[in-house]
């Protein structure tokens, strides 16, 4: 019997820059969006960083918190991509 593992998936850039600026547009911390989206701030903070590949329900949860439905996240996210 084989274990068949999946790499890990490298953190979205883009998402990262998307969700730091739609934040600061805005005009709130971290911990602020952080709390209304129910993450810590370090989970958060590493999500903003692009050091690590947050869940579905987790951008759900941010998009929520930035008050933006998931089409305009992934609009911006798109936008934003080199």
């Given at each position: ?25 805005r ?30 329900t ?25």
């Amino acid at each position: 019997m084989f274990l068949i593992m999946s790499a890990p998936t490298k953190a979205d850039a883009a998402l990262a820059a998307t969700v730091r600026r739609l934040r600061t547009e805005r005009g709130e911390t971290q911990e602020d969006l952080a709390h209304r989206a129910g993450l810590t701030v370090a989970a958060f903070a590493r999500i903003e960083r692009g050091h690590a590949n947050p869940t579905w329900t987790t951008v759900r949860r941010i998009a929520d918190a930035l008050e933006v439905t998931l089409a305009r996240l992934g609009e911006d996210v798109e936008r934003s991509r080199p």
